[in-house]
């Protein structure tokens, strides 16, 4: 099933994203996390994609699985920014073999030291545009409520953005954000720039503090003092801090169906427990 069908619908939608294993000593271990996830029936899921395409085999199995065993329709990351066009075709030979019609294309980080000079692909619209001539596939991209860390402005960032639809994106799915009003001053400015596409809003419950703050320097992603103080009081105290995350992941999640975003991801990152407590507590709003 097509991820455009899905979300399009009147229905609030929630799906849940995963990641594949590095190596094949914990497959077993990450294809039952997933399994678990895929129980839960959420509308569909994303599988993420190694930048250095370690793992490209990974997610596209993972992918397979959720799909057949679980019935859940996936949609699979893919970046080209490590990869020639042969192997981003057989890539896509291998999506398509699985029985996976849904993409997310990306462009990845550029590896440090890397020269960029005889890339194949230097941006992910060139890639959406060689899957949109590909054929089969329902194509989605990245979005940045806090503008793409690597934009000289916000205004350059969405030009780029409408680049990447009139490629061949589909919709687009935001980077993590905490703080609901940029996703709302998000949406705006794409619509007056002429992006019609559905926005899926990207909601991480953080259960582990020590990596957040880091992470969110490096992707641009503005912590406000109401998070940081949760973290502050909570954080060395694990249980105490995945309650608090998950209690904030769903307020937030709360307030933007409410201002009527249909479409929330939630990066449940191979955390069933995280994912059920999630879909426990907006299961009445979900209806
Ligand atoms: P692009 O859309 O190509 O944009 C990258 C930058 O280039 C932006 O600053 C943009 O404004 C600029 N730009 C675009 N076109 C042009 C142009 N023509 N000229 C000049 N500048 C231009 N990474 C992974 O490795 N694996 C994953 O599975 C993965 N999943 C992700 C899922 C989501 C929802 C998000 C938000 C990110 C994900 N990433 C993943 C990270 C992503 O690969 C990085 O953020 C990367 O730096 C940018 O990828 P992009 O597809 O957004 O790039």
């Not at 809003?201 to 259960?207: C, E, H, L, S």
């Not at 694990?238 to 933007?256: C, F, H, S, V």
């Not at 975003?261 to 990152?269: K, L």
Request: charged share 25%.
């Amino acid at each position: 099933m097509k991820i455009i069908d899905i979300i399009k619908s009147e229905k609030p939608t929630l799906s849940f994203e995963v990641f594949p294993p590095k190596t094949s000593d914990n497959f077993e271990s990450v294809r039952e996390a997933t399994e678990k996830i895929a129980a839960l029936r959420p509308d569909f899921m994303s599988v993420t994609y190694g930048a250095g395409g370690g793992t490209s085999e990974f997610t596209a199995s993972i992918a397979q699985n959720i799909q057949n065993k679980a019935g859940v329709p996936v949609l699979a990351h893919l970046s080209c920014v490590s990869s020639t066009k042969e192997e981003i075709h057989r890539q896509l030979d291998l999506l398509k073999s699985k029985g996976i019609e849904n993409i997310l294309a990306l462009r990845g980080d550029i590896p440090e030291g890397m020269s960029k000079e005889h890339l194949d692909y230097h941006y992910a619209s060139e890639l959406t545009r060689d899957i949109k001539k590909y054929g089969g596939f329902c194509i989605g991209g990245a979005c940045y409520p806090e503008v793409h860390p690597e934009s000289a402005n916000s205004m350059e960032d969405m030009k780029h953005l409408k680049e990447k639809i009139d490629a061949g994106c589909e919709f687009l799915t935001t980077q993590m954000f905490f703080d609901n009003n940029l996703l709302y001053n998000f949406i705006y400015r794409a619509r007056k720039a002429g992006i019609e596409v559905p926005v899926v809003a990207g909601i991480m419950p953080v259960t582990n503090p020590k990596s957040i703050k880091r992470i969110c320097a490096i992707s641009g992603t503005a912590l406000p003092q109401r998070f940081i103080r949760i973290v502050d009081r909570y954080g060395d105290s694990p249980e105490a801090m995945k309650q608090a995350g998950i209690a904030y992941a769903t307020e937030q999640i709360i307030d933007l169906y409410a201002n009527g975003v249909r479409a929330v991801h939630v990066y449940s990152m191979n955390k069933p427990d995280v994912a059920q407590k999630i879909l426990e507590n907006i299961s009445a709003i979900i209806k």
